[in-house]
């Protein structure tokens, strides 16, 4: 069975993607942990694991909810209002995840950014693999 954004459909294909995720998830909660850690002293990897899980997913919940109740009474300006309460809900995983104050979550949020962006670009010279211009400038 052919599924567009999969490709064929089977049991490898899907056993690769499982993994696929599961190594991408690792990867991405690295910047997560290490900021965290500078912040929050008994940070745990799983805790980071559990705010890169559970952070993009009331992140878009509250982007498309709060879009589609506000968007169309406020117009223009319920998405930029739906992209602050999904930043909001985001820094609140992060806050309930490591245990901390609002402050502190979005610190951590914010050193996750620049951990991520510095490791991409340590990658990007060692490795070859760089994110193209929208993402960073070309030197």
Known sequence: ????I???FSLAN??????????IWIIVTIPVYVAA??????AS???????????????????????YLFGPSIGT????????????????????????????????????ILVFAFLSVLFGLFLGVMLQPPFFPTL
């Not at 850690?37 to 008994?42: G, N, P, Q, S, Y």
């Open 37 to 42: 850690r500078f912040v929050v002293k008994d």
């Open 14 to 23: 899907l056993v690769i993607l499982a993994i696929g995720l599961l190594i």
């Open 77 to 112: 300006q319920g998405y930029t209002v739906a992209l602050i309460l999904a930043l909001v809900a985001w820094i609140s995983v992060f806050k309930a995840s490591f245990r901390t104050g609002w402050l502190r979550g979005l610190v951590i949020a914010l050193l996750a």
């Open 6 to 8: 999969l490709g064929t």
């Open 1 to 4: 069975m052919y599924v567009p």
């Open 45 to 67: 990897f799983r805790d980071a694991m559990v705010a890169t899980i559970f952070g993009p997913i009331v992140y878009v919940l509250t982007l498309f909810a709060v879009d």
